[in-house]
């Protein structure tokens, strides 16, 4: 099938730079870029598991209660926390 792209700049860039490098024409690096780009738009769960930080104990809290900060403040970093 022939058909016509117009294609912005950063993906022309792109693509030239890795037909440079794989040594590909450009139709065989469009199809395969194409064929790739589907069959995952077509399987979407098969893309990447999203990262998740790990949670980290931070142990006992320092102060009996959190509700005032400015007294927090002031036993953290001293009258002069302003």
């Known amino acids: 099938m022939r058909t016509t ?3 912005e700049n950063d993906v022309a860039a792109m693509i030239e730079r890795l037909r440079k490098r794989k040594g ?6 469009i199809n395969e870029a194409l064929r790739r780009g589907l069959v995952q738009m077509a399987n979407p769960e ?3 598991v999203p990262y998740r930080t790990p949670g980290v104990s931070l142990g006992k809290c320092l102060h009996s209660s959190l ?5 927090v403040l002031a036993l953290a970093e001293g009258e002069d926390y302003r």
């Not at 509700?67 to 007294?71: L, N, Q, R, S």
Request: proline content about 0%; glycine content about 0%.
């Open 67 to 71: 509700d005032d900060v400015a007294e």
């Open 5 to 7: 792209l117009s294609l």
């Open 24 to 29: 590909l024409s450009a139709k065989s690096l």
């Open 46 to 48: 098969s893309r990447a």
